[in-house]
């Protein structure tokens, strides 16, 4: 994409989307959102800077193989569930906890870790293909 | 649960698969003491078990119990009886003498650590095999040793007879083993047990329904096993195995794992004419052809091979008549046979380390440089010939002792001699020829093996001998209860070691040496004739095997050409006309067509959704370019994304409008990736079946929800979810808490398909890489052998799950991709 316009503004674009996912996936329990429409936004963001700015910037800005989330999302998915043997209850039973951040209660769960996993599934499995599409086979 | 020592039985079959996992890393570190360190193991298996010995020989069955499946009734139980103490004896002393021998055959190999695990491994899962209580158990263990063993076959992985031969003994075990699975269900099925002791509590079930079938299924299972012809070729091609190897599977082990079945299962499937019959007749047949086999051979590795294929044939044969003393006589042979076997395997591997060849022919006068080799092969030899006071002569006695009564008895007592004479001859030959005569040149110049490679075939030739020594106290000791426990009776032992003159048995084994002796001395005679008899022939199993290798996988290729075409097309035009038939067949089938829909009552700016849809619609299919078809199904979507958050489900309607995003993209992305034409070219026919298709998957889809709706929701689900949402899960949002709490194992398998499909479309992208192909510039990839689109169904989570909340909203979207 060689628009002016467009390439000045997607930075800006992508860190509100990104944001936003964020924001979708820590309300997802109690209002519409959640892991995994939060995980398609995140990716849709990452194809924007991938059109934006191009596809090595966009792995670099990665930092890690972009399935290497996906593979993590699973991995942190099943330790949810593995986290209930040591409460002797079935696999991914719900576990809940309240800290304190700042004063203000916070509950931390095993379920917020499993959507965290759904999460970086979603956003590893589709940036991953969208960035080998948009590299066109250079790379792939 | 309080300490009972009983328990180490437990330890028997897992601690050798413990130390499997750290031989190859303490072989590092221990280098040339390796072998001997850990053959402690299963020495001190072997001494553990010997202190069991006098409470076995006095009638107690140790009876181990762990529980593992509950809810069917299986359990890791573990039997010690008569039969399963002679067994585990056998492996654990062998097992102890081999890894020695290992350490030292393989000394400095780069490997020894892999092959020392293997072993181990091995060992491990042979005493499992012979422990085990539970069918389920038993065929665990069954299918370990088939693993085990095809690594070992294949250990030399980088030669490519040794992987055949892997393969191979793999194949026909394995058939083997799924026999095994069915006749074990099938077994649990009639009796309605899953342990082996109730089985043999409950007696024969010969005469029962079932019977034949699961005595058939067992038959494969032990044949393919104990290599019966016609399964027997795999066995002589897995000396592609160091020698070690063959010493330890084909003497007390793998092999003898089938014999351990018929034996283990003679009183609940035995007695009967169809066990007797096919028994005896397979088990002579193998005899006979394994002695002619043996007679072809040069190669002393595998004229030994070709004996075990024939005493286990012998083994077949004893157990098929099931008599007291054709029961004594099989587990005494068993016992003599691994002891020599083991020994003479480790010999011939001693002599082709110490001259560099095993051919009979090249070797001569080796008793003056090997003499204590020389004293273990002929220790062994005479076992093998059955001479007075060792183990084989009293195998044999008990042997004829049992045969002479019918006509079937009589003819095997034939086959008997006959074998048993010519496996005689060549017990000389092997002992004979390579050791006396004169001193000939050889590749490598002889010298006396080291201490390692001595030890094992010293031990067992002189454990042979002594066994028989000892034979009125070694009968009742553990003969006597193996018997008893084969025969489902007590069985008395009647051994002792005064030869009775006045008994026919003496004289049949007069005839048997003299059998082997005549053997011995036309050895070279009879191997020209047999080879011309074979070349005549031209038939071998082995090769039928290769055919029928090559022609399974020509069909597999034909099927997969038929299915797995690559034309992307017409993969879409099957999965959508499957999916029409899925659609209308039950429907027309069960005349249930829904009632036509009243006009429902919408405001104007519903109106205008639909409408918007519509003209997504009407757009796509006017659409001039594939970009512009591409937009117009985003708009279609859009309509859709909004109707969903009209209606109330606003997670749904989030989703929808994301997926629909990125499917342009990444339509668009294929669309230019895949460099096709801006135009869609089609042929009108191929529009036409489109067209037809996209229509009845339209009516068809509408037609199954409007059925869907006709009938009164069932709240049960939603209001269990509505109910039990905050106060269970503390979540309002019920969507999120069904997919991430209540159906978290669902969505744990579904993220792993969108990980596992995102690899897959990755792995495609890079295998059609256009740079991937640059020496043929020329060659144009035709775009339709990429099939990248896989990617939309990777999106679509199906999700049932959402309906129960979102009822009439989730089924409005057929494919479900909200989430």
Redesign the interface.
Same mark, same amino acid.
């Given at each position: 994409m060689n628009s002016l316009l467009f390439r000045t503004m997607a930075p800006v674009i992508v860190a509100a989307m990104l944001v936003f996912s964020l924001y979708?996936l820590l309300r997802?329990?109690?209002?519409? %959102?959640? %892991? &995994?429409?939060g995980g398609?936004?995140a990716?849709?963001a990452m194809?924007l800077l991938g059109m934006a700015n191009g596809v090595m910037a966009t792995r670099r800005a990665l930092h890690f193989d972009a399935?290497n989330y996906?593979?993590v @999302?699973?991995l942190l998915? #099943?330790l949810? %569930?593995v986290l209930s043997v040591f409460y002797d209850v079935p &696999?991914?039973t =719900?576990l809940?906890a309240e800290v304190q951040l700042f004063g203000t209660p916070i509950?931390v769960?095993t379920?917020?870790l &499993?959507?965290l @996993?759904?999460y970086l599934?979603?956003f590893?499995? *589709?940036v991953? /293909?969208?960035l080998?599409?948009?590299a @066109? @086979?250079?790379g792939? | 649960m309080p300490f009972r020592p009983d328990l180490l039985l437990a330890l028997l079959p897992v601690a050798p698969l413990l130390l499997a996992l750290v031989a190859a890393g303490m072989t590092l570190v221990l280098r040339r003491f390796a072998g001997v360190l850990l053959a402690v193991l299963p020495a001190a298996m072997f001494a553990y078990l010997a202190t069991l010995v006098e409470r076995v020989a006095g009638g107690e069955i140790i009876l181990v119990h762990l529980d593992w499946i509950v809810s069917y009734g299986i359990g890791l139980d573990l039997r010690l009886d008569g039969l399963s103490l002679v067994f585990a004896m056998t492996i654990s002393g062998i097992g102890a003498v081999v890894l020695i021998y290992a350490g030292g055959y393989l000394r400095g190999h780069p490997d020894l650590g892999r092959l020392l695990a293997l072993l181990l491994g091995f060992t491990g899962a042979m005493l499992g095999l012979v422990l085990a209580d539970n069918l389920v158990l038993l065929f665990v263990f069954w299918e370990a040793t088939s693993v085990f063993s095809f690594l070992l076959i294949g250990f030399d992985r980088g030669r490519q007879a040794a992987r055949r031969a892997a393969v191979q003994a793999l194949l026909v075990t394995g058939i083997g083993g799924l026999a095994l699975l069915l006749g074990a269900v099938l077994l649990a099925a009639m009796t309605g047990t899953w342990r082996v002791s109730d089985l043999l509590a409950g007696g024969s079930l010969g005469g029962t329904a079932g019977y034949l079938p699961a005595l058939l299924l067992v038959l494969l299972a032990a044949f393919t096993k104990s290599a019966q012809v016609p399964f027997h070729f795999w066995l002589p091609n897995a000396m592609e195995a160091p020698t070690p190897v063959s010493a330890f599977l084909h003497s007390a082990t793998m092999v003898q794992a089938g014999i351990y079945l018929l034996a283990r299962l003679s009183p609940v499937l035995g007695g009967t004419e169809a066990w007797t019959g096919a028994l005896v007749a397979v088990g002579g047949v193998t005899l006979l052809w394994g002695a002619v086999a043996a007679l072809r051979q040069t190669d002393l590795k595998l004229m030994l091979a070709q004996t075990t294929i024939a005493s286990l044939g012998l083994l077949v044969l004893m157990l098929g008549l099931g008599s007291d003393a054709a029961v004594s006589a099989a587990m005494l042979y068993f016992v003599g046979h691994a002891l020599y076997k083991a020994a003479l395997f480790m010999v011939v591997g001693a002599i082709d380390h110490a001259t560099g060849t095993r051919e009979l022919g090249a070797l001569s006068g080796l008793a003056r440089r090997m003499p204590l080799s020389f004293l273990a092969a002929a220790g062994a030899a005479l076992s093998m010939l059955g001479l007075p006071l060792t183990l084989g002569y009293f195998g044999k006695e008990e042997l004829y002792l049992a045969l002479g009564g019918s006509g079937l008895e009589l003819a095997a007592l034939i086959v008997a001699v006959l074998g048993n004479g010519v496996l005689g001859g060549i017990a000389l030959a092997i002992a004979i020829r390579p050791f006396l005569g004169p001193i000939v040149q050889t590749p490598k110049r002889a010298h006396e093996a080291g201490l390692s490679l001595l030890l094992g075939p010293l031990v067992l030739a002189a454990a042979g001998i002594g066994a028989a020594v000892l034979i009125g106290w070694f009968g009742m000791m553990a003969i006597a209860p193996a018997a008893s426990a084969v025969a489902g009776r007590a069985v008395a032992s009647h051994l002792s070691l005064v030869p009775d003159f006045g008994s026919l048995a003496l004289w049949l084994s007069l005839l048997t040496w003299g059998v082997a002796a005549a053997t011995f001395a036309r050895l070279d005679q009879l191997r020209t004739l047999l080879r011309r008899v074979q070349g005549a022939v031209r038939f071998t199993f082995d090769a039928a095997f290769d055919r029928a290798m090559f022609g399974l996988i020509r069909l597999a290729g034909a099927v997969t050409r038929f299915i797995h075409h690559g034309r992307l097309e017409l993969y879409v035009v099957t999965v959508f006309g499957l999916l029409a038939l899925a659609l209308f067949v039950p429907m027309l089938s069960y005349r249930a067509l829904p009632p036509w829909p009243l006009l429902p009552q919408l405001r104007f700016y519903e109106w205008g959704i639909f409408a918007l849809a519509a003209a997504g619609l009407v757009a796509l299919l006017l659409a001039r370019t594939r970009l512009g078809a591409i937009v117009a199904l985003g708009v279609q979507g859009l309509a859709v994304a909004l109707v969903y958050l009209v209606f109330g489900a606003?997670?749904l309607a989030?989703?929808q409008l994301?997926?629909e995003?990125?499917a342009v993209? *990444?339509l668009t992305?294929?669309m230019? $990736?895949l460099a096709l034409d801006r135009r869609d070219p089609r042929e009108i026919e191929d529009l036409l079946r489109d067209g037809t298709l996209a229509v009845l998957c339209g009516v068809g889809l509408t037609a199954a929800l409007l059925l869907v709706l006709s009938h009164p929701l069932d709240p049960r689900l939603a209001e269990f979810f509505t109910a039990h949402s905050v106060p269970e899960?503390? =979540? $309002?949002?019920i969507?999120? /808490?069904i *997919? /991430?709490?209540f159906r =978290?194992?669902d969505?744990?398998g579904e993220?792993?398909v969108?990980?596992a499909? %995102?690899?897959a479309?990755?792995a495609l992208? $890079?295998r059609?890489?256009?740079?991937a192909m640059p020496v043929l510039p020329t060659t144009v990839r035709k775009p339709r052998r990429r099939p990248?689109i896989v990617?939309v169904p #990777?999106?679509s989570?199906p999700d049932l799950k959402a309906q129960a909340a979102h009822p009439v909203e989730a089924k409005l979207r057929p494919d479900g991709s909200g989430?």
């Open positions: 979708l997802g329990h109690n209002e519409p %959102g959640g %892991g &995994f429409v398609l936004i990716a849709a194809a399935l996906a593979g @999302g699973v998915a #099943a949810a %569930g &696999f991914l =719900g809940w509950s769960s379920p917020m &499993f959507d @996993g759904v599934t979603v590893g499995s *589709i991953s /293909v969208v080998a599409l948009e @066109g @086979g250079e792939a | 606003p997670d989030f989703t994301v997926v995003v990125l993209v *990444i992305l294929v230019t $990736r899960a503390h =979540g $309002r949002n969507v999120n /808490v *997919i /991430v709490d =978290g194992l969505t744990l993220i792993s969108v990980l499909a %995102g690899i479309v990755l992208l $890079r059609s890489k256009p740079a990248p990617l #990777a999106l989570v989430a």
